[in-house]
């Protein structure tokens, strides 16, 4: 029996908070290993171009751009998630800002090689985490972006439009989510952010998508159908063609 889309979404976020919960403490070793096995000149090529993807620019103008191609086809639906998805954009933006000024964590290209070492102000005399394990709390930050490690604003970005996209093609959900997991991976393969950077991007870009769908159904909702006639097709007759 098919899981209901409303418990898919739960599950997806239940395991995210707890994939982060986890990362934390290993975000130094899971860093070594990446930059031990898996990093390489082609990987950093693919990664480049994935980066891409998560930038507000090319997010925001692939959105707007399929609101264009529906409003011309008359896909409301995709109009509504297009203008979801850009909202979402804004939303998971501003929230990011403000969560890298309360969080202040240093990148890891800060330290030769990945680590966190010992950069800035250790706030050991106030009782803070230590920097060499964590890597939080340096305040002031800001404008330095140093230490705005903590959560990925790309990864933010792609999350919110395949939360959007979900929305407009559920058929393409798998896709969606992996070419933002694909964003999310190459910020840590470019030595951008730690693993718990990157889910921290994803649980809030995944919320600020789903938020910025409901604001465009509250302000543009969908047409609703009348009774007796199917989401389908209206036929010339008035019958209702079928979908499939």
Known sequence: MP????????????ALVLALAAAVPADSAIHDFAFRHVVSHEVRLV??????LGTAWAASGLLATLAVV??????????RASAGGLAGIALGSLTVQVVKQVACRARPKLVDGWGVDLVGPTG??????????????????????RYHSFPSGHTTTAFAVAAALTAAAPAGRRSWLAVAAGVGASRLLLNAHFLSDVLGGALIGWWAGRLGLR????????????AG????VESPSGASAPSG
């Open 70 to 79: 529906a409003h011309r086809s008359g896909d409301v639906g995709l109009v």
């Open 124 to 145: 050991a005399a106030v009782g803070w985490p230590d920097p060499a394990t964590t890597g939080f709390f340096h305040w002031p930050c800001l404008t330095d972006s």
């Open 215 to 226: 604001l465009a159904d509250r302000l543009a909702p969908l047409p609703a159908v009348p």
């Open 3 to 14: 899981r209901p889309a409303g418990g898919r979404r739960r599950l997806l976020v239940g």
């Open 229 to 232: 006639v199917s989401a389908g």
């Open 47 to 52: 990664a480049n171009g994935f980066t891409l």
